[in-house]
């Protein structure tokens, strides 16, 4: 049965019984409860009218849906279309990429299974929903309608991973007795970590231990971050500093600690000078000569 014959056909049926009712009333010496008429009239409406929506106009976006959306890796992400005044129109979803069509109305049209085309019956909404995106989804989608010629409104997706920073690295030069300030920032995660643990050359930093003064300060929130300070540093301070969060990559920075007018951190630029010839040793003495002029 067709959509136009089916609505004349539930139309029909409504009409004769209305017909019975009314008849069955005029007989009866009671008058029908109104309660009972409108409660019948909304039904009517509710699962007739609406079913069949005679809006004029051609179908429009709604503006307020976002265009911009941002997903994490492996987590599921939906990308959101709203459509008005769509009548029998049919909605579908575009990868600008390769031109590929991934849904058309409540249909999946990609032997991709981590596209869902998702529609509640009577919603203005359309999502396409990715479950476990890849960075390789970010780009731009576009959401349809099938008009003459066709409409488009386009989002664009950005599929971000958890990243760990420590700023100023990955080298940073302190000179002895100042302030060793690591600063480490934990940036896409689906939730704050809940532990954010630092280590020197590949061990725990332990903050009761006799060497004292190491203090450190963490703030959890959409970019999280964890601050390491070790006061009066000595050479026994330089090496590799680790920052671990439990639900991030981890982050490494190196300090080197300065004594003196020959930087610790410089010896080893001091043995690669030893080791040239004294013809080379000329030409770059000339050469640093010549930058300074």
């Given at each position: ?47 007739f ?37 769509l ?13 590929h ?46 008009t ?12 971000v ?85 439990d ?47």
């Amino acid at each position: 049965m067709g959509r136009t014959t089916g609505a004349v056909y539930l139309f029909t049926v409504h009409f004769l019984s209305c017909i019975i009712v009314c008849r069955l009333d005029s007989g009866n010496s009671r008058p029908r409860d109104q309660s009972t008429v409108s409660e019948s009239s909304r039904r009517f409406r509710a699962e007739f009218l609406e079913d069949w929506p005679q809006a004029p106009g051609a179908p429009y976006f709604d503006p307020s849906t976002p265009d911009n959306v941002t997903g994490l890796v492996g987590h599921p992400v939906t990308l959101l279309c709203k459509v008005k005044n769509l009548q029998n129109r049919t909605v579908s979803w575009v990868r600008h990429r390769d031109i590929h069509l991934l849904t058309v109305g409540r249909y999946t049209y990609t032997s991709d299974q981590r596209f869902e085309a998702q529609h509640k019956p009577r919603s203005e909404e359309w999502a396409l929903r990715i479950r476990s995106p890849q960075r390789r989804d970010s780009g731009q989608y576009e959401c349809q309608i099938s008009t003459t010629p066709p409409i488009g409104h386009a989002v664009h997706l950005n599929i971000v991973e958890p990243e760990t920073e420590i700023l100023g690295g990955p080298d940073l030069f302190i000179y002895a007795g100042s302030t060793i300030n690591l600063t480490c920032i934990v940036r896409h995660t689906p939730e704050p970590p809940i532990t954010i643990n630092w280590t020197h050359r590949s061990k725990t930093i332990n903050f009761d231990s006799t060497r004292g003064g190491i203090s450190l300060v963490t703030e959890k929130g959409i970019h999280s971050s964890s601050r390491l300070l070790v006061q009066a540093a000595r050479t026994s301070d330089a090496g590799a500093y680790q920052c671990v969060p439990d639900n991030a990559q981890s982050a490494t920075a190196r300090v080197h600690v300065l004594t003196g007018e020959t930087p610790a951190a410089m010896q080893g630029s001091a043995q690669w000078a030893s080791s040239l010839s004294l013809p080379a040793l000329i030409l770059l003495a000339y050469a640093i000569l010549v930058l300074q002029v």
